[in-house]
């Protein structure tokens, strides 16, 4: 097994400063932050071992031997574009900052990679998983969750995220900060409403230590992300679904069934808190079948004359 490279300050200073930068600054979440971090830290580590010490002495043939050999490594197309775009956007910054004259990664592009469009759940799974009683508190909260999560479409930290003052229960809706800090409101729907209040009064038995809406019932802090992950992968396995229940699927499964029944890609496009409608398009995924049936059913050109 290879030991870590040492970074020297000469590389990881700027990226201590870059990292600070998009937290602070741009308000990036903590994995996105996490992940430019780890993507970064690979690439100072190559970087060093080719003795460059210095993003200055960094030029684009080196760049391109740095993809090369995160490729060979067996880095996969998509997280190859991902560590890319890590290093692009921190020389873009070194610009910008006149620590750098130039971008050496300007010009240069990944491997394209094939389209990959999230799974969903059908209607009938997520009726099974969301098959939990009132037996005991911690069921009901985790229901709560899967019903809040699928009911507003929510992403993962925008769950754990929740406080009690963004839950509007006369108006049902939720008020929930996105990417980017950008606020938007989210109607949650019936079932998520009845569950929240079922779930309110069992939280304040916990003496919960915040505002948040979805608490440990060990120890009455926010639930961290990865808490959310497990429970929600327990309740798939402990239901018996086949497939694999996690938070984003669930949040996919909501924009799938919503534009199959609407139809109306700009409403859930707002729902969903995308900034482009492109990014809607592949997430809300629609088999060609349906759309053909669509087609088929709608378009004056379409309607074949009875024979």
Not at 29 to 41: A, I, K, M
């Amino acid at each position: 097994m290879n030991q870590p490279i040492d970074i020297p300050e000469t590389l990881s200073t700027a990226i201590e400063q870059f990292l600070r930068y998009i937290q602070v600054e741009r308000r990036l979440s903590p994995v996105t932050v996490e992940n430019y971090h780890r993507q970064l830290t690979a690439l100072a580590q190559m970087m060093v071992a080719m003795n460059i010490c210095e993003w200055k002495s960094l030029e684009s043939q080196h760049v391109r031997m740095l993809l090369a050999k995160s490729h060979r490594s067996g880095l996969q197309p998509t997280s190859l574009a991902l560590r890319f775009s890590a290093l692009r956007s921190f020389l873009d910054w070194q610009v910008a900052q006149g620590m750098l004259d130039v971008n050496p990664a300007k010009g240069i592009r990944t491997p394209k990679s094939g389209r990959h469009l999230p799974k969903n759940m059908d209607v009938d799974e997520v009726s099974q998983l969301m098959n939990i009683d009132l037996k005991d508190p911690l069921s009901v909260r985790d229901r709560t969750m899967l019903e809040v999560m699928y009911g507003a479409g929510l992403r993962l930290s925008e769950l754990t995220n929740l406080n009690i003052s963004d839950i509007d229960m006369n108006e049902g809706e939720v008020r929930v900060l996105g990417k980017g800090s950008k606020e938007r409101k989210v109607p949650l729907g019936r079932k998520a409403l009845e569950w929240l209040q079922n779930w309110f009064p069992m939280r304040e038995l916990y003496a919960p230590e915040d505002k948040a809406v979805f608490i440990s019932t060990q120890s009455g802090k926010r639930l961290s992300v990865r808490s959310v992950q497990k429970r929600f992968e327990l309740w798939g396995i402990k239901q018996g679904l086949s497939s694999h229940v996690n938070p984003h699927k669930l949040r996919h499964s909501f924009a799938t069934h919503l534009l199959e029944s609407s139809g109306d890609l700009r409403a859930v496009q707002e729902l969903l808190g995308h900034a482009n409608l492109s990014t809607t398009q592949v997430y809300t995924h629609l088999d060609f079948q349906h759309l053909a049936k669509v087609y088929d059913a709608a378009h004056p050109r379409a309607k074949r004359e009875k024979s």
